[in-house]
């Protein structure tokens, strides 16, 4: 069975920090990755997305990812975050044979001003 | 606003009662997710439909869980004799071919 680990389960940074988010699953097949964001309040938004080609994606709002399929990895980067930067995130995986998501437990960004 | 829609936002019950939720989807999305959050966890998948035939539903659906979707169009997730560990945030999520999934407000199911 697939499994996600997201192995930052709380992460406080300064603004104009960067932020590397890790992600890694358990899948020797093709798979789709995803980044969502979930903001205070609000539902889970897509924040991007892998299917395949330039394993390097750019998302929202200066989010970008890297996928490494050697390690399996598929971690969220920003150079610079923001105070709106707060939330938290979840990385995704689904088979291609499949439609359904395997979520990690997810990574809670706090910012401070 | 064309998003996903869910009803109700919030469900109070007590142990033993039966809910239901409903799931709008984005129009012309022709495949349905419900999903289900606990705190500090993230969503886990209970059931997928392709058009109006349920294609896809995780060990995690006992038999106490059922969901339908008659017409292809909206989706209900009926809970009989809940428990307090169905206590979570019901989700649901549509896409289109695409595979890429657009996820609802969700509906926050608390049992007593």
């Known amino acids: 069975a697939q499994s996600v680990s997201q192995h930052n389960h709380h992460v406080i940074l300064s603004e104009a920090a960067s932020l590397e988010l890790g992600c890694n699953y358990s899948?020797?097949?093709?798979?789709?990755l995803f980044w969502y964001v979930q903001y205070p309040g609000q539902h889970l938004q897509l924040l991007l997305k892998?299917?395949?080609?330039?394993?390097l994606v750019k998302g929202i709002k200066g989010f970008e990812a890297e996928f490494i399929k050697s390690k399996f990895s598929f971690n969220l980067r920003k150079p610079s975050v923001q105070w709106s930067d707060t939330a938290e995130y979840f990385c995704?995986?689904?088979?291609?044979?499949?439609?359904?998501?395997?979520f990690g437990s997810g990574t809670r960004l706090q910012v401070q001003p | 606003d064309t998003g996903v829609s869910q009803d109700p936002r919030h469900k109070i019950t007590k142990r033993g009662q039966n809910v239901t939720f409903r799931c709008d989807p984005i129009?012309?999305?022709?495949?349905l997710y419900w999903y289900r959050q606990t705190l500090g966890q993230g969503p886990e998948f209970l059931t997928y439909f392709q058009n109006e035939a349920q294609l896809e539903k995780s060990r995690l659906l006992s038999d106490r869980f059922s969901a339908e979707r008659p017409k292809g169009s909206f989706s209900t997730l009926e809970i009989q004799r809940t428990e307090q560990g169905d206590s979570a945030m019901y989700l649901c999520?549509?896409?289109?071919?695409?595979?890429?999934?657009?996820f609802g407000p969700g509906t926050r199911l608390t049992v007593l």
């Open positions: 999520a549509s896409s289109s071919t695409s595979d890429t999934q657009y």
């Open positions: 129009s012309e999305h022709n495949r």
């Open positions: 995704a995986v689904a088979d291609t044979g499949r439609r359904a998501l395997t």
């Open positions: 892998y299917f395949s080609g330039d394993p």
């Open positions: 899948y020797g097949g093709t798979v789709n």
